[in-house]
């Protein structure tokens, strides 16, 4: 199995609401990751998980709380989020550094994304 | 902080033509990654470059890396319309543990 996948396809929410976002990888792979993309932009890296263990974040606000139950899954908790954190929110997989440590990335596979909307 | 810089930003060029996009960045690396995105979807990776000099090719796609300049390059040659997509560099610095995307090339082949 070469693929991550991602649900929902597509989220809407109020700004009191709370949701999860999910991502599940059967590729034996020990990193995961989180991306908010916004239109016609790069990627943003927040969050990476390099087995199992919070390794990266990227100064993001605490209304976005991951979490990683186990190697083949990626849940990102929100709450209260605003306007602006409407985006897409995309999950990628890739093989980990050694022992977890720094050098992590390696090459990522992606998932379909949610695409977010809050209103 | 890492800037990683594509240009151009947009392109448009004719089927059957050649064109290269570069891909530079302000720290030190060794790993280069190009992805493509369709409009509305998600990423694919394209190609792994894990070192100085390195050099793949798939199809009308062509990729290389320099990491003494700092530079990738992302040749196309002959293009076709299915190669219109917006495609991605991204880096990861060999200190400060740091993973940045690349400013994007949106590309559009005109039949």
């Known amino acids: 199995d070469t693929e991550v996948t991602q649900t929902p396809k597509h989220l809407v929410m109020g700004m009191t609401n709370k949701k999860s976002l999910k991502c599940e990888q059967h590729?034996?792979?020990?990193?995961m990751y989180w991306y908010k993309q916004k239109a016609k932009k790069p990627p943003e890296l927040m969050f990476v998980y390099s087995y199992e263990k919070l390794s990266i974040n990227e100064s993001v606000p605490s209304r976005f709380s991951p979490e990683c139950p186990n190697s083949s899954l990626l849940n990102l908790h929100l709450h209260a989020l605003q306007p602006e954190d409407s985006a897409l929110y995309l999950c990628a997989s890739s093989q980990a550094g050694t022992s977890g440590g720094p050098r992590a990335y390696n090459e990522q596979f992606f998932g379909p994304g949610t695409r977010l909307t809050v209103l | 902080e890492l800037k990683v810089e594509q240009n151009p930003l947009f392109l448009s060029m004719q089927e059957g033509k050649n064109y290269t996009i570069y891909c530079n960045y302000s720290?030190?690396?060794?790993?280069l990654y190009w992805y493509r995105q369709d409009p509305g979807k998600s990423l694919e990776s394209l190609f792994v470059?894990?070192?100085?000099?390195a050099v793949k090719q798939e199809g009308r796609l062509m990729a290389s890396l320099d990491t003494k300049a700092r530079l990738s390059t992302l040749h196309i040659t002959a293009a076709v319309h299915d190669l219109s997509a917006t495609y991605f560099c991204?880096?990861?610095?060999?200190?400060?543990?740091?993973?940045?995307f690349g400013t994007g090339t949106s590309l559009t082949v005109i039949p």
């Open positions: 470059l894990l070192s100085n000099g």
């Open positions: 720290t030190t690396s060794d790993r």
């Open positions: 590729m034996g792979h020990r990193a």
């Open positions: 991204a880096v990861d610095s060999t200190t400060g543990n740091q993973f940045y």
